[in-house]
Structure formats: C-alpha cells, structure tokens
C-alpha cells in the first residue's frame, strides 16, 4: 500500500487503543477515511491507491484493531465501538469535511459513525455493507464456509477472483486466521447484523450514498436496497457485473461515484 504507514495510541472512555493506519497525502485534498471489510486491509488498499492517485484526495485507511497482525485491546468487542475509535482518530489528526467510505463490515461502520454526528464528516459511502437484519435476506456465515465458498459468493468474475488458500503463507495463514476472530468478535451473537441498526438509521443526518455490486451474494440488492430505504435521503446506486467488493472488482465503476459524492457534499471544495 502507498502512503505513510503510522500508529496513534487515542484514548476513549474505555481505555487507550493502539491504532496503525496509512495516510496517503498524494492528493493532498479532499480527505477520505477508508474502512476496510473482513478480508482485512488488503482489500482497499488497491482502491485507496487509485483514490489519492487520480483526484486530489488524502486518503486515511486504517486496520480495525485486531486485523493485519495488530492487537485488539479487551474492552473494544463491537461495531459502535470502532465507530467512536475512528470518530477520535479524525478528531487526533485534526481532519474536517471527511468521506467515510466503508465497505461490507466496515460499512456496517461507516454507517455507526454516521450516526455518531460528527461534524468533522460531511458525507458517507456504504459499499455492500453488512450490519442491518432484513427478514429473508441474511448476510452470508463468513464462519460456516470455506474460503472457496466465501469467494463464490463474493464475486461477479468468479474465476477471476478466485482465492486460493494453499497458495498461503504460514504468515499470510495465521494473519488471516486472526483476521476471522476479530470478525467474529465484533460481528457479535446475531453473525455480522445488529437487530437494532436498521431502525437507528433513521435518526442518520449526514448525505449517504449506498453504493452495492449487483451480482452480491453475501449481502444481495435486496438487502442493500433496504439500508438505503432505512436512511432518510440516502442515495443507492446498483452496480453492474460486481459482486461484494466493487472496490477490488470494479474500481473504475466506484471511483468517480465516491469522488463525485464527496465533492457534491463537501463543505470547502477541493480544487485541482
């Protein structure tokens, strides 16, 4: 991943937490904060590249705690959580008139830091993101299926995209075995959906933009149609030829929606 590796220790209500992230100031613009899903960091960190490449945009990408070979301290075991440890980081940085772009569980996220209000965030953007109960359309186990499996559903080019886990590393291996009980950690008893979160969302103020591949058989259009009906005003956006992750599959798609929502709601426009 390009960009300046760093860590802070912020300090909440809870206890301190060590937090790494990358800070790509390429752009040197408008600010975006990057939440990836529960493949880890590595799975925005193409997007991110392209972000702060091609528009003028500084782009924030952390590792939710636990991910990547990080430690994960005991009191930080749910999504709401994480969302007030990312609200302080853009507090730590002093960053303002931020695009919180989160996809599947980092979505889920990005749409508790909206509900947070801060007004450092002027705009929100959910790529097939978890989080939310829907009757009938459950987001699939990440827990009860191989890697193989989990690929099958994840993508629209599924042979294109295909991840095989015995061409891991004993490294890549136990990092991405870490990587699962930090999901499942923060996933919580209902397996990746809070009964309460859809409900929540109507209480959400900030412009949000749900962004959703429609070839997603993890979280399928149904569902992704339901978080933006949940949300007052949002903003849904099918993809074509896409699965879960657009940001891996089809960044040219994802690119000038995110950049164009940002820029449309962004309260000092950046300039070129």
């Keep these: 991943m390009t960009g300046t590796a760093r860590t802070v220790t912020l300090t909440l209500d809870s206890g301190d937490v060590d937090l790494s992230f990358t800070d790509d100031e390429r752009g040197k613009g408008h600010p975006f904060l990057l939440l990836h899903g529960g493949g880890g960091p590595q799975t925005v960190a193409g997007f991110a590249g392209l972000l702060a490449e091609q528009w003028p945009a500084r782009v924030i990408t952390p590792v939710h705690p636990g991910f990547g070979g990080t430690a994960r301290p005991d009191w930080l075991t749910d999504v709401p959580t994480l969302a007030q440890v990312y609200v302080r980081l853009l507090e730590d940085l002093g960053l303002e008139d931020v695009t919180v772009v989160g996809n599947s569980i980092g979505g889920w996220i990005a749409a508790e830091t909206a509900l947070l209000g801060s007004d450092r ?75 309460t979160l859809r409900e929540r969302l109507a209480k959400v103020t900030l412009p949000v933009l749900v962004a959703w591949g429609e070839s997603d058989q993890v979280v399928d259009t149904v569902y992704g149609r339901a978080y933006a009906a949940a949300i007052p005003g949002a903003r849904f956006e099918l993809l074509p030829r896409t699965g879960h992750m657009p940001q891996i599959e089809t960044p040219g798609q994802l690119l000038p929606l995110v950049w164009d929502f940002a820029e449309v709601h962004a309260t000092h426009r950046p300039t070129n």
């Design 121 to 195: 965030i002027s705009s929100v953007v959910l790529v097939n993101a978890a989080g939310i109960h829907v009757p009938g359309h459950p987001v699939a186990d990440p827990f009860a299926l191989t890697p193989a499996e989990l690929s099958a559903l994840s993508f629209h080019d599924v042979e294109k995209f295909r991840i095989d886990p015995s061409t891991f590393s004993d490294e890549r291996r136990a990092v991405a075995a870490a990587d699962m009980a930090a999901l499942q950690v923060y996933s919580g008893p209902h397996t990746m959906a809070d009964p």
